[in-house]
């Protein structure tokens, strides 16, 4: 797709110059704001996550995974309802939710756009998308199921669903498989989420 207008258009199109298609996400690290809003609004790109998008882009968990790469520090992780978000199945939260794991030794400036936290995470808890690191989908829903808020269970308990039923999971038997041992923190209120998702699984 080529954007009209852009001065600077050449340095963003393939190295083919018969080819003027532009990159699948753009930032501010790309184009001035004022020329991405101008392309907003004559209908050119749209804004997905911290970029814009050319819109024969489709959306998808890989598009929206690398439109949080200029929020993410690195070595960082897409993690809880941002990581839902990606797989398409919450609202895009206010904040990003990002972790990073223990000894990873990553320094970010705050933000009120993104929350970052140390976890023990391993590769396998991971997948690659857009170029970036998310969480899996039973992943994310063991992470949330732990740590949202207790008042959250009214949006909560379908999310948790809708991320097994994505991680092609038919019951809550490996969820709760990781949430058993004692030590995990908010074991408690992670169990009993579960059991009511188990009870949403069998009933679907």
Same mark, same amino acid.
């Given at each position: 797709m080529k954007i009209s207008g852009f001065t600077n258009l050449g340095s963003l199109s393939t190295a083919n110059p018969a080819c003027s298609r532009m990159p699948a996400t753009l930032s501010t690290a790309d184009l001035p704001l004022a020329e991405l809003m101008c392309a907003r609004l004559d209908g050119e790109v749209y804004p997905l996550g911290e970029c814009w998008c050319p *819109? &024969?882009? *489709? &959306?998808? #968990?890989?598009? !929206?995974a690398a439109s949080l790469? #200029?929020?993410l520090p690195r070595r960082a992780i897409i993690e809880r309802h941002s990581a839902a978000w990606v797989y398409d199945l919450c609202p895009e939260p206010a904040q990003h939710e990002?972790?990073? &794991?223990?000894?990873?030794?990553?320094?970010a400036q705050p933000s009120p756009r993104r929350h970052l936290r140390?976890?023990?995470c391993p590769t396998d808890d991971t997948a690659e998308l857009g170029g970036v690191r998310v969480t899996t989908p039973i992943r994310t829903a *063991? &992470?949330?199921? !732990?740590?949202a808020a207790p008042n959250a269970d009214d949006h909560l308990l379908p999310l948790l669903f809708a991320l097994l039923r994505y991680g092609g999971f038919t019951d809550t038997t490996q969820a709760r498989a990781r949430c058993e041992a004692r030590s995990i923190p908010h074991r408690g209120i992670a169990l009993r989420r579960l059991a009511a998702v188990e009870t949403l699984l069998r009933s679907d």
């Open positions: *819109i &024969d882009e *489709i &959306d998808s #968990p890989n598009l !929206r790469a #200029p929020l990002f972790c990073v &794991d223990l000894g990873a030794r990553t320094h140390e976890v023990v *063991i &992470d949330l199921a !732990r740590w």
